[in-house]
């Protein structure tokens, strides 16, 4: 169905845009952003970092302070909701509760007024793209969970809309049951081709939906990029805490040419590159634990950075075993281990990592 | 805890209230002398059905118009601050707190010939009305006397009503005016029915407003039943009248009934 996605798909920019609310609080500062024609794109955020009033803003719900949002390079700030034509999957589905699950499919296209027998079949289709067929004379709350959030799918895709929004359509349901509809969601994106913006505050949900993930933190995008991106290269000790575990270590930076050391409470720790992000010299090196090894004490090679530490405990995870450590500054750290790999008899001990794992990345206050 | 309850509801209300209703059937003023005399008397007289189809139609008026004056009001409720809601609240509960007697007397002041809403109206050049005594008078008066009794339910249920489900509607399409007819309204029919039903029974018996505002030749049931208790001593007819505006009542309550265990909005704003 998606031969030709830049058909079926709007492509978004979001240009200087701030959203200061009555209170006071400026929930969006100055936001650039540039979504593909296409793309799943994942707004990831804590909450209160203004993702959700970036989504809002985007379905014309709220309007922006300034700046201008732009769908295939229109600015549709000037537009009501009801004629901008995008999808929006809302957080607690908003099912309408007095109408059937097929009154509440057709509702898009009853406003468009779609024939009878044309809304009957864009009706069973978007139904059974959520395989729902059956389901279609019950009403909202004779539904489980999982069904009324495919309800809600159906409902915002059934009139083809280029763009489709979601808001934590996730949220309510069960962790099994997440996983299968994030894939369903998946298939639904590329079967559709739309372009999907998607709000979330779960990593886990980010990382596997998404082409590109924004990470939102206090109004503004800390970075933008794809999961492998994000996950190896963050550019802010914020990015780095907020996807995945990361072990951290802050003082103040020494570049030396190409690359950089950072004089740490736990000592002198190097890093084989300086972001071209970085920003001062306001910095710290971060290292994801799967990348560090423990050793007996002092045992580490001499080309990798190393740091005394101490065995708190160990977690086994199944698949993995998580060991947390405590350094010398009081600081924790953690070290993700292979099943076949020995974790030496402690406590006291070493972690290690090769100074190419360790990135500088810029440091959270600035 | 819940007896003693019981029995002061038995002394107080049921009994007396048995015991009038049964008077329609035990107690006859000559020309009736038994059996369903007194029931058979009001029906059979053309003064009185027209003023039972009168009652009916003021307090169906009542409830219709209380229902769109209060709606707005109940609204706002649900969208305004915690403190607006206090003082909206507030000013509902103070009018109710004030007597009935008083609140009418305050409308026979507004109303009357010389008063303040015929100054108005002559001040921009339109003749002088005379309200009192007429039927809108006393709808007015009833509306306002009423007002708290639509607005507390209906606010109750406007309040359940998640406002997402109208934006959810607009994205798809919806203008805001449909929207709101096509989401909002019906999910706020079981408070609109409940608050109207609820003024619609209560204004079938209401005495005091017709007696100030209106006028013996507007009369209504309770000014005739007043008439025929306590002027001509004729309690079975009082009271097969009192059976009459009952049964009117219960078929309603048991009407609206029907209809909200039909509506699929009924038990369920979420």
């Given at each position: 169905m998606a031969e030709n996605p830049g058909q079926n798909a709007a492509e978004v920019r979001f240009a200087g845009v701030t959203k200061t609310f009555n209170?006071?609080?400026?929930?969006?500062?100055k936001l650039d952003l540039d979504i593909r024609a296409g793309e799943f794109l994942t707004l990831l955020g804590?909450?209160?970092?203004?993702k959700t009033t970036a989504l809002n803003l985007l379905a014309g719900f709220q309007a922006p302070t300034t700046g201008q949002i732009l769908v295939d390079g229109n600015?549709?700030?000037?537009?009501p909701p009801h004629k901008r034509n995008i999808g929006v999957v809302f957080q607690h589905y908003?099912?309408?509760?007095?109408?059937t699950v097929r009154e509440n499919v057709s509702y898009p296209l009853k406003q468009r007024r779609v024939g009878k027998a044309e809304m009957a079949r864009q009706v069973d289709d978007a139904l059974r793209m959520v395989s729902l067929?059956?389901?279609?004379?019950?009403?909202?709350?004779?539904?489980?969970g999982g069904q009324q959030q495919r309800v809600a799918v159906a409902r915002a895709i059934v009139f083809r809309p280029r763009l489709l929004l979601m808001d934590e359509?996730?949220?309510?349901?069960d962790r099994k049951l997440r996983e299968a509809v994030q894939l369903e969601l998946k298939r639904i994106h590329r079967d559709l081709g739309a372009t999907i913006v998607f709000v979330t505050h779960d990593q886990d949900e980010a990382l596997v939906m998404s082409d590109r993930i924004a990470i939102f933190d206090a109004g503004k995008i800390q970075q933008i990029g794809t999961a492998e991106e994000l996950y190896?290269?963050?550019?802010?000790q914020f990015v780095a805490q907020f996807l995945g575990e990361s072990n951290i270590f802050t003082g103040s930076l020494r570049r030396h040419g190409d690359t950089c050391s950072i004089d740490s409470p736990d000592g002198v720790i190097r890093s084989g590159t300086v972001a071209d992000?970085?920003?001062?010299?306001d910095a710290a090196i971060v290292v994801r634990p799967e990348r560090c090894r423990l050793f007996e004490?002092?045992?580490?090679?001499?080309d990798w950075n190393s740091v005394d530490a101490w065995v708190s405990d160990i977690v086994y995870l199944g698949a993995l075993r998580k060991v947390l450590l405590t350094l010398a500054s009081g600081e924790t750290a953690v070290v993700i281990c292979q099943p076949d790999v020995e974790i030496p008899a402690g406590p006291e001990v070493t972690l290690g990592f090769p100074v190419s794992a360790a990135r500088t990345v810029t440091a959270q206050w600035n | 805890m819940v007896v003693p309850v019981l029995i002061l509801l038995g002394v107080v209300f049921v009994y007396p209230t048995s015991i009038f209703l049964l008077r329609a059937f035990t107690h006859f003023n000559p020309p009736q002398v038994a059996g369903l005399d007194n029931l058979v008397w009001f029906l059979g007289d053309e003064t009185n059905r027209i003023i039972l189809v009168r009652t009916f139609t003021v307090a169906s008026m009542c409830a219709v118009l209380t229902a769109i004056v209060a709606f707005p009001y109940a609204y706002c409720m649900t969208v305004i601050g915690p403190r607006g809601r206090t003082i909206m609240l507030g000013v509902l509960l103070l009018s109710m707190f004030l007597g009935i007697l008083l609140r009418n007397f305050a409308w026979v002041i507004l109303l009357q010939y010389q008063g303040p809403l015929n100054d108005i109206l002559d001040a921009i050049g339109l003749d002088r009305i005379?309200?009192?005594?007429?039927a809108p008078a006393v709808v007015m008066g009833m509306m306002h006397i009423l007002f708290p009794f639509m607005v507390l339910p209906l606010y109750s249920v406007l309040n359940g009503i998640d406002r997402r489900l109208v934006l959810a509607a607009q994205s798809m399409g919806a203008t805001p005016m449909r929207a709101f007819r096509q989401v909002y309204l019906p999910l706020a029919m079981p408070g609109i029915i409940a608050g109207a039903l609820l003024v619609f029974v209560l204004a079938l018996g209401f005495f005091i407003t017709p007696a100030l505002l209106g006028s013996p030749r507007q009369a209504l049931m309770s000014q005739l039943m007043f008439l025929q208790f306590d002027?001509?001593?004729?309690f079975g007819r009082a009271g097969a009248m009192a059976i009459v505006l009952l049964i009117i009542a219960m078929v309603f309550v048991i009407l609206s009934n029907i209809v909200q265990r039909r509506s699929r909005a009924y038990g369920d704003a979420s």
């Open positions: 209170t006071g609080l400026t929930a969006i500062s804590p909450s209160g970092s203004g600015d549709i700030s000037g537009l908003a099912l309408f509760p007095h109408m067929q059956a389901y279609g004379d019950r009403l909202p709350r004779q539904l489980s359509p996730l949220g309510a349901l190896d290269r963050p550019a802010t992000t970085l920003a001062g010299d004490r002092g045992k580490a090679p001499d | 005379r309200f009192l005594g007429t002027l001509q001593a004729a």
